[in-house]
């Protein structure tokens, strides 16, 4: 069997099955795979060469930017490593290609804490006041989900996933299933986010019985990542907030304070289930930049007159 799209189908089979790789990461290899199919001239396997891959790598830097290049070339190598592995291929082509990638550092965008510090006081505002039981406890349930993603640094993907009995509140831990079928557990060490679980766990609890996932909506389904998403623009609206805050942000902040407190990076890295020390050393960059406002402004030096 030469035929190139048949051969992708069985190599995304073996993915799920064999490798029991996640759906999202299914869903991001078919993706690459079929634009790669449909932006080659050539449908036989034993016809792409090095000038068809040069080709096409050279029409995505046209395209995308060199992260999402090096991200689809990356689907595109494990496709050819497999090739190589059920020798299909005597010869992988990308053995012949050198791949080098210059990425701009992107600084990670960071929540001011006095921001995070207003929008929870709106949140926990809202819960008191609310004028009915539906609205107190749609609050409760919001502000059970920013405390959560603050005090834990959690993915947004990974927070809405969360199994009922992935919490332990008693032992005031979480289980948490990351990118690449990763298990890591954190301690949430602060007794008011504890406090503010345990309330919405017990307001909640039929509907998370029923959903068997932690963080639901009042109609016992599971909370979406698109909810969350409008939850932080309404409190932020209502706090008067100009910043545009994403749930991926408080990962960010969660992070840096850490760093900018003298936590050990690797310790870090663990929290947030990072797979290299090279993803964490991203929130050094963030560190520095502290740094040197503390220098700049701190320092005893500028108040000499020589």
């Given at each position: 069997m030469n035929d190139l799209q048949a051969l992708i189908d069985s190599y995304l089979d073996y993915c799920e099955n064999q490798k029991r790789l996640d759906s999202k990461t299914l869903k991001a290899y078919r993706i690459d795979l079929e634009q790669f199919v449909t932006s080659i001239s050539v449908s036989q396997v034993s016809e792409i060469d090095v000038a068809v891959l040069e080709n096409y790598i050279s029409s995505l830097h046209h395209k995308y930017k060199a992260k999402t290049v090096k991200r689809k070339l990356a689907s595109l190598k494990a496709l050819f490593h497999y090739f190589e592995y059920r020798d299909i291929l005597d010869k992988n082509p990308f053995n012949k290609i050198h791949l080098k990638f210059r990425e701009p550092i992107t600084l990670p965008r960071v929540i001011p804490l006095h921001t995070i510090e207003a929008l929870l006081s709106v949140i926990y505002r809202q819960c008191s006041e609310a004028p009915t039981l539906y609205q107190q406890k749609n609050a409760l349930r919001d502000a059970a989900v920013i405390e959560m993603l603050f005090a834990t640094g959690i993915r947004i993907s990974e927070l809405c996933s969360l199994r009922k009995e992935d919490i332990n509140l008693q032992e005031q831990s979480i289980l948490i299933y990351g990118k690449g079928a990763k298990e890591r557990r954190l301690q949430i060490g602060n007794d008011d986010v504890i406090h503010t679980l345990k309330n919405y766990s017990k307001e909640f609890f039929p509907q998370i019985q029923r959903c068997n996932y932690f963080f639901v909506n009042q109609n016992g389904n599971?909370?979406?990542?698109?909810?969350?998403?409008?939850?932080?623009?309404?409190?932020?609206?209502?706090?008067?907030?100009?910043?545009?805050i994403t749930p991926h942000m408080f990962r960010h902040t969660f992070a840096t304070s850490l760093l900018e407190a003298d936590v050990d990076i690797r310790y870090i890295q663990e929290m947030l289930g990072h797979?290299?020390?090279?993803?964490t050393e991203i929130y050094t960059h963030v560190a520095m930049s502290k740094q040197r406002d503390i220098l700049t402004e701190k320092h005893p030096r500028k108040d000499f007159h020589i």
């Open positions: 599971v909370l979406s990542d698109q909810a969350v998403r409008r939850m932080i623009n309404k409190y932020a609206s209502l706090a008067a907030i100009d910043l545009h797979s290299s020390i090279h993803i």
